[in-house]
């Protein structure tokens, strides 16, 4: 089941399920997402079966943030989540975002994490896509968990970028 935005309000007025909340991102079943900050990814990485290491990171200071054809960055949410143990999300692009040529690679978002969420976004298109802070990119979606699950405890809680 996907929580409508009734109960969205509902979650976040009574479990703080949305910090930095705004009524003006608060979709029919669904919440807006709104940008925060960018990275530039700046070194190697590795995923193994066992093992990964994770990219050093430098922050985008400009603001709107200008990004070209071809390149990628990391952008992390305005809003900060706090999963329950009964609920996950999905995090989808908005259909500006990728009208404009860009693509937002997102992931689910465990029951018990807690903190900003991190998405990967990339012009796709043969012209500069500018970005505005505060402006909204993704939007995430509540879905009701049934039955006993683990809670989130990776490397990622809190908000971690990388």
């Known amino acids: ?4 935005a009734s109960e969205i309000k509902k979650r976040v007025d009574s479990d703080g399920l949305i910090s930095d909340y705004s009524d003006n991102s608060l979709e029919s079943c ?3 997402l709104r940008f925060k900050k960018a990275y530039k990814i ?7 079966v066992s093992e990964r290491k994770t990219p050093e990171v430098a922050e985008i ?8 054809p071809k390149e990628y960055i990391l952008v992390e949410s305005i809003e900060a989540v706090n999963m329950p143990d009964d609920l ?12 404009m ?10 029951p018990g994490f807690q903190g900003t969420l991190t ?12 970005l505005e802070k505060k402006s909204r990119i993704a939007q995430i979606v509540f879905e009701k968990v049934e039955g006993e699950t683990a809670l989130y405890d990776g490397k990622y809680q809190g908000g971690k970028i990388v």
Request: glycine share 8%; proline share 4%; hydrophobic share 45%.
């Open 88 to 99: 996950m999300a999905r995090i989808l692009p908005r259909s500006s975002i990728f009208r």
């Open 30 to 32: 669904g919440y807006d």
């Open 42 to 48: 700046e070194s190697d990485s590795f995923m193994g």
């Open 61 to 68: 200071l400009v603001d709107p943030i200008v990004i070209k």
């Open 1 to 4: 089941m996907i929580l409508s």
């Open 119 to 130: 998405m990967g976004l990339s012009n796709q298109s043969e012209y500069d896509f500018t």
């Open 101 to 110: 040529g860009c693509i937002l690679a997102t992931a689910v978002v465990d």
